[in-house]
C-alpha cells in the first residue's frame, strides 16, 4: 500500500511521471508507518496547561451533551422531532471530541506526537463523517421549525416518525459513504520524508499538504464534495428560515411574534456558532503566517461548538429549562 510504503525513489519517479518534470536520481527508500502531529505548541509548560484546559473542555462536552441526550430520552413531552434531532446533535458532538481530543492529550501525557498511519486514516474518516452528519441535522432542524411555523396544523402530518427516521438514516449514510470516499482516495497517496502534520489531529487537507504524489484529484473532489455537504444544507438552513421570517411578519401580535422566533432562538445561535467558527478559520488561515497559529485557530470549529451546544440549549430552551429543573428535583428528593 502507498500509504504505508513510500520509497523515497518510488515517490519521485511517481511524481515526475504525473507532473512531466525532470528530477535528481532516486535516494534511499524510506518506511513510512506514522505521522507527528505537532499540536498546538512545543512549550512544555504551554502543553500542561493545554492539557489540563482541553480535559476539562472535554468532560464538559461530554457531560453536557450526555444530559441532553438523556434528559430527551427520559421526558415524554420532548418526544418531538425537534428534540430527536437535537438529541442526535449532541450525541455527534460527543463523538466529534471524542475522535480528536483524546488522542491528543494522551500525545501530551506520554510526550509522544506520533500517530499510526491507520490511526490517521481513521481520525480522518470519522471527523469527515460526523461533521457531516452535523451538517445535515442542522439542516433536518431548520426544516422542522419551518414546518412548525408556516404549516402548524400539517406539521404531525409532515414530520411523523417515519420520515424522521428516514431522513436520519439518509443522512448518516451519506456522511459515511463520502467520508468512506476521501478516506480511500487517502489510501492512494505516496508520503516521503516529510511527514509532520501542524495539527492536533489529522486534518485531512494538512495530509494531502504533505503527500509526495499528485494530489490533484483528491482536491478535486473536496472541492465538489465539500460544495454539495456544505452548499445544499446551508441553503436549506437559509431558506427555512427566510421563509420563516416572512411568516413570523404576518403575524399580528408582537407577542405572537415573539413566541414564533423564541422557538428558533436556539436552533440559531447554535447555525451560528457552527458556521461563523469554520467561516472564521477559514478565513484566518488564509491571512495566518504560521500554520501553528492556524492550529490554534482550528479549535473555534474542532472544540467550542460541541462544548457550547449543551448551554445553548440549557439556557436558551423553554422546555429543556423545564425539563432539567424537574430532573434535578427528582434527584434531590430521593
Excluded: W
Excluded at 201 to 213: E, N, P, T, V, Y
Aim: hydrophobic share 50%; with cysteine; proline share 4%.
Amino acid at each position: 500500500m502507498s500509504g504505508l510504503l513510500c520509497h523515497m525513489g518510488s515517490c519521485e519517479a511517481r511524481t515526475r511521471a504525473l507532473r512531466g518534470i525532470n528530477s535528481p536520481a532516486p535516494r534511499n527508500h524510506t518506511v513510512i508507518t506514522e505521522f507527528i502531529l505537532l499540536g498546538l505548541t512545543d512549550d512544555p509548560e504551554l502543553q500542561s496547561i493545554i492539557f489540563n484546559l482541553f480535559l476539562m473542555v472535554y468532560l464538559i462536552t461530554v457531560l453536557g451533551n450526555l444530559l441532553i441526550v438523556f434528559i430527551v430520552i427520559s421526558d415524554s413531552h420532548l418526544h418531538t422531532p425537534m428534540y430527536f434531532f437535537l438529541s442526535h446533535l449532541s450525541f455527534t458532538d460527543i463523538c466529534v471530541s471524542t475522535t480528536t481530543i483524546p488522542k491528543m492529550l494522551m500525545n501530551i501525557l506520554t510526550q509522544n506526537q506520533a500517530i499510526t498511519f491507520t490511526g490517521c486514516l481513521s481520525q480522518i474518516f470519522f471527523v469527515l463523517a460526523f461533521y457531516a452528519f452535523e451538517n445535515f441535522l442542522l439542516a433536518a432542524m431548520a426544516y422542522d421549525r419551518y414546518v412548525a411555523i408556516c404549516s402548524p396544523l400539517r406539521y404531525r402530518v409532515i414530520m411523523n416518525p417515519c420520515f424522521c427516521g428516514l431522513l436520519m438514516l439518509l443522512s448518516l449514510l451519506t456522511s459515511l459513504l463520502v467520508a468512506l470516499l476521501h478516506s480511500l482516495m487517502t489510501l492512494h497517496l505516496s508520503f516521503c520524508t516529510d511527514l509532520e502534520i501542524p495539527q492536533f489531529f489529522c486534518d485531512l487537507s494538512l495530509l494531502l499538504k504533505i503527500a509526495c504524489s499528485s494530489t490533484l484529484i483528491n482536491n478535486i473532489l473536496i472541492c465538489i464534495v465539500a460544495s454539495i455537504l456544505v452548499g445544499v444544507p446551508l441553503s436549506g438552513i437559509i431558506f427555512s428560515y427566510t421563509r420563516i421570517v416572512s411568516s413570523v411578519l404576518r403575524i399580528p401580535s408582537s407577542s405572537g411574534k415573539y413566541k414564533a422566533f423564541s422557538t428558533c432562538g436556539s436552533h440559531l445561535s447554535v447555525v451560528s456558532l457552527f458556521y461563523g467558527t469554520s467561516v472564521g478559520v477559514y478565513v484566518s488561515s488564509l491571512f495566518a503566517q504560521s500554520s501553528r497559529k492556524t492550529a490554534v485557530a482550528s479549535v473555534m470549529y474542532t472544540v467550542v461548538p460541541q462544548m457550547m451546544n449543551p448551554f445553548i440549549y440549557s439556557l436558551r430552551n423553554k422546555d429543556i429549562k423545564v425539563s432539567l429543573r424537574k430532573f434535578f428535583v427528582r434527584k434531590s428528593s430521593l
